[in-house]
């Protein structure tokens, strides 16, 4: 077993070399955040569990999630695709309103999806796209409905979008000790991420 100690400063870099779909579990150790990875490494961000615990809405960047597109190219067999990278992919609103989108994630995870684009005349947009749940094979089927639809065709079809994706462990359940010497189980409950 490898343990990887990391300033919280130093994390950001180091976490978007890795998946997240290796990420077994997280524990708060004291002060530190541990994550421990589904090949047996340890990984310790000094301070991360009260930066956490201080700042809610802290965020970790992982080498992942990608959003994957049903049929993104006829001619690749595989349902679902990454955009291709060395050429120009359009999608049409029924890859937005038919289920086209899918980010993979930890199991029962909750995904965010923000699209960034510009319209005609170079103004930044954004459209955000409903909340979405992973399954238990850790896929979230990512669609529009009919408000980020309007917010999508103000895009101006001729420039990149970047999708900003959020993912949420919130999943995460805590098995119960043993009972105690009264009958009552110790440590009963969710940890939540």
Known sequence: MNTIVLKLSESDAFLKNISIRTI??????DVDLLLILTNGEHIVISGGAMQALS???????????????????????????HAPTLSTLKLDQGDFFESGLRVDTPPHAKVKVILLGRDVLGHALQATLPESRADASGH??????????????????????????????????????????????????????
Request: aromatic share 4%; proline share 6%.
């Open 24 to 29: 077994k579990d997280v524990r708060a150790l």
């Open 140 to 193: 979230a089927i990512v669609s529009a409905d009919d408000a980020s639809m309007i917010e999508l065709q103000r895009f101006d079809a001729n420039q990149s979008v970047t999708a900003q994706v959020t993912v949420i462990d919130g999943y995460n359940r805590r098995q119960p000790r043993r009972p105690d010497h009264r009958g009552r189980s110790e440590g009963a409950g969710h940890h939540h991420r």
């Open 55 to 81: 700042t809610p809405d802290m965020v970790l960047q992982f080498a992942d999630p990608t959003v994957l597109i049903r049929h993104a190219q006829v001619a690749n067999p595989r349902e679902w695709q």
